[in-house]
């Protein structure tokens, strides 16, 4: 998985510099659509993509604002006086 997120992100890139290049070359219509796809595919497709593998196997409670995560800082919070 992380090898196939490296090469989309590459091509993607490419993808967006090919776009670039023919705004460059007086060729914008084709251009604008080219870097358009290129932002849209990042957006939709690279982003929920490397979210995903980054997040398998993690417990969502542990990032979640719940009652004992909040006693769990209180807790750390009290044993370290000095940073009051």
């Not at 989309?8 to 251009?31: P, S």
Request: no cysteine; net charge positive; hydrophobic share 45%.
């Amino acid at each position: 998985m992380k090898r196939f997120l490296q090469i989309l992100f590459v091509a993607i890139i490419g993808a967006i510099a090919v776009g670039f290049y023919f705004k460059m070359n007086d060729n914008n219509v084709t251009g604008d659509r080219i870097v358009g796809i290129g932002v849209l595919a990042i957006a939709f497709i690279l982003i929920p993509l490397f979210i995903y593998h980054r997040s398998k196997g993690k417990k969502i409670q542990d990032y979640m604002f719940t009652q004992e995560n909040i006693d769990k800082m209180n807790k750390k919070n009290s044993n370290h006086p000095e940073n009051q």
